[in-house]
């Protein structure tokens, strides 16, 4: 507290006695809501923009005003060794009963149901202090006392000026005022006189309050510092390509141009001025000014949430640029957006928006959404795996290679244009890199009937296809899969290599029991390989490969079910192996080989090094029979 011989006095004032339950909610504001303590000065100017406002709407029907002709504007400034602040503004000022009535609300009723609904709000007020207009009181953090001084824009009305301490009462008196307005005058607490100086107190306003639609002025020279347009509330036609680029730049010290930008204004369903913009690259470089995820959100052009993530859903959370909303209603200290459904209008507007604009972009300008896929594809994957309402939407957007087209991106619906006529479903291979999918030999039969596959090669993939079971009226089916996914074979098409007769194939796989053991469920033979000697299936009743992967990258403890050995019957390695006495030791080394290859294109072998000794007694063998 100040030294009493500073704090002024009121001649003819009045005093008027806070509630006690007044100084439990002053508390909460001052300590509990507020995370930064230079938001006072945000508060300050929001009520002030309010005023002029106001005034504005006054002069549209009503002329006869104290000084109709006075600049409307905001004026700022400091005293540095009296540690002082004093904020003016021109607009539609206060009466005596307006500033008991303005100012002493924190005294009245409300204070107490506040209090007594916070009880159980455990620390999150937003659902209950939206009523209450409270703002102003966020200076107490900063000040030892407040007086404010008031003329209504009425021109018959008299001065009168408030005065308190952020204690437990407030006064009221008179005062000598011949301009319409508000004046606030603040006196910092002693380790706060950092905010008694002019280039601190630009920037704020350049962080709070840029774009407050009436000029801000700071210090004797009485610079203005706020823009005070703001491009988003511009008409489109009204802003050039540049200024687009210019606030993207502003925004994010981002200089790579964004690969695109989204202008929107909205009358209904809700009032809306948004600027979105899709960044060049997903990282953020080094010198970025956005820190984290979230949109810049603005009510009537007063920054209140430097990061807002309630405005997308979070699959779009690369999504960069500024929403602002005259109809958005705000709790007491603007950080928490009170719960009501305007968040989830916005959310849905917005949304909508942005996937709007992708559409256009994939069908307009395919390099470009390439462009885009390849730096945020993995977001939009995401939101397939984890935002069950909307999954549907996000499949359009969707891209991904093939093994008939590996080197282009393709869509879901490219996909099904270019499938046969009878195919029954959408298949896909899941791997761990492009290169080596292509070489598995789940791949085999599709690669020898033209059958298009997608390939899933990043580990994304596995969590998406939990939510993406079907497109269309066809259903997505692993290739690796031991079902039903094969699909037919055409009547007239003949075996091309000649089998090694069942009795000698049924001699060979029990000779792959015996030597495997208990490493296999089974082994048997397989119509599905054509180029592969082997492959690898899960046993029916096991967990999906998908969903192996998903429970390995997420570190889950399961047990990998032991596997289905399948033999190719056409494969010269089978039928020299049968050529071998079933005792020698090559024969089991090659069988032993084959298995352990399987596993490692499967990504399934614990130790792969263990197989070099093996190879080089096979490759032995191979030399000396030479």
């Known amino acids: ?176 005022k011949a301009e319409r307005g508000t004046i606030i005058e603040i006196k910092l607490k002693d380790d706060l006189t950092e905010f008694a100086n002019e280039f601190r107190i630009k920037e704020i306003i350049r962080k709070h309050s840029d774009y407050i639609g009436f000029p801000i002025y700071v210090g004797d020279e009485q610079e203005q510092v706020n823009k005070q347009t703001a491009i988003w509330r511009t008409a489109r036609q009204n802003v050039t390509e540049e200024q687009y680029k210019d606030l993207y730049r502003q925004l994010t010290l981002d200089f790579e141009e964004p690969l695109f930008h989204s202008h929107l204004i909205t009358d209904a369903p809700v009032q809306m001025y948004a600027l979105l913009y899709i960044p060049g690259k997903s990282e953020r470089g080094v010198f970025s000014l956005r820190k984290d995820d979230g949109l810049k959100l603005y009510s009537k052009n007063i920054l209140i949430d430097e990061y807002s993530k309630d405005l997308l859903p979070e699959y779009l959370r690369f999504i960069q640029g500024v929403v602002d909303s005259e109809d958005l209603p705000l709790n007491v200290s603007r950080e928490t957006i009170q719960a009501t459904g305007m968040m989830t209008r916005l959310k849905k507007v917005l949304t909508g ?163 495997l053991g208990e490493d296999v469920v089974d082994v048997r033979g397989s119509s599905r390989l054509s180029q592969s000697v082997a492959r690898l299936v899960d046993p029916e009743g096991s967990l999906n490969p998908e969903m192996q992967r998903v429970y390995k990258y997420l570190g889950k403890d399961f047990e990998v079910s032991k596997k289905i050995l399948e033999l190719n019957p056409s494969h010269p390695i089978l039928k020299n192996l049968l050529a071998l006495d079933s005792q020698s030791e090559l024969q089991r080394l090659v069988i032993e080989q084959i298995y352990e290859s399987a596993l490692l294109v499967e990504g399934l072998h614990p130790d792969p090094s263990r197989m070099v000794p093996r190879v080089q007694e096979i490759i032995q063998a191979a030399l000396g029979k030479n």
């Open 1 to 176: 507290m100040a030294d009493s011989s500073e704090t002024p006095t009121l001649e003819n004032g009045q005093s008027f006695s806070f509630k006690a339950e007044t100084k439990q909610l002053l508390n909460i504001l001052i300590h509990s809501l507020y995370k930064d303590k230079e938001v006072f000065l945000r508060e300050l100017l929001s009520n002030a923009s309010d005023a002029l406002n106001r005034l504005r709407f006054e002069l549209l029907t009503n002329q006869a005003v104290l000084d109709p002709e006075a600049e409307m504007c905001i004026h700022i400034s400091v005293d540095k060794e009296a540690g002082k602040i004093t904020i003016r503004d021109t607009g539609i000022g206060m009466t005596r009963e307006e500033m008991i009535e303005n100012l002493g609300t924190i005294a009245q009723s409300g204070a107490r149901k506040f209090l007594d609904a916070a009880k159980d709000q455990k620390g999150d007020f937003a659902q209950v202090i939206g009523q209450f207009g409270v703002g102003f009181y966020s200076v107490f953090m900063v000040a030892d006392w407040v007086k404010v001084t008031s003329r209504s824009f009425q021109p018959e009305a008299e001065a009168a000026l408030w005065f308190a301490l952020g204690e437990d009462n407030f006064q009221i008196g008179p005062a000598q």
């Open 353 to 515: 928006q942005v996937l709007k604009e992708l559409e256009t972009l994939s069908k307009n300008d395919a390099e470009k959404y390439q462009a885009f896929w390849q730096e945020f594809g993995g977001f939009l994957k995401q939101g397939v795996a984890t935002s069950q309402s909307e999954t549907e939407k996000i499949y359009p957007f969707l891209r991904f290679k093939t093994n008939l087209h590996p080197e282009t991106w393709s869509s879901l619906d490219d996909y099904v244009g270019r499938m046969p006529t009878g195919q029954k479903g959408i298949y896909f291979i899941i791997g761990d890199d492009p290169k080596s999918v292509l070489r598995s030999p789940h791949l085999d039969y599709f690669q020898a009937q033209g059958t298009e596959v997608l390939l899933l090669t990043e580990p994304i993939d596995s969590f998406m296809l939990m939510g993406l079971h079907k497109f269309k009226d066809f259903e997505l089916k692993n290739v690796a899969q031991s079902d039903d996914t094969i699909p037919e074979k055409p009547e007239n098409e003949k075996e091309e290599t000649e089998k090694i007769p069942a009795a000698d194939f049924d001699t060979l796989i029990e000779r792959f029991k015996q030597i």
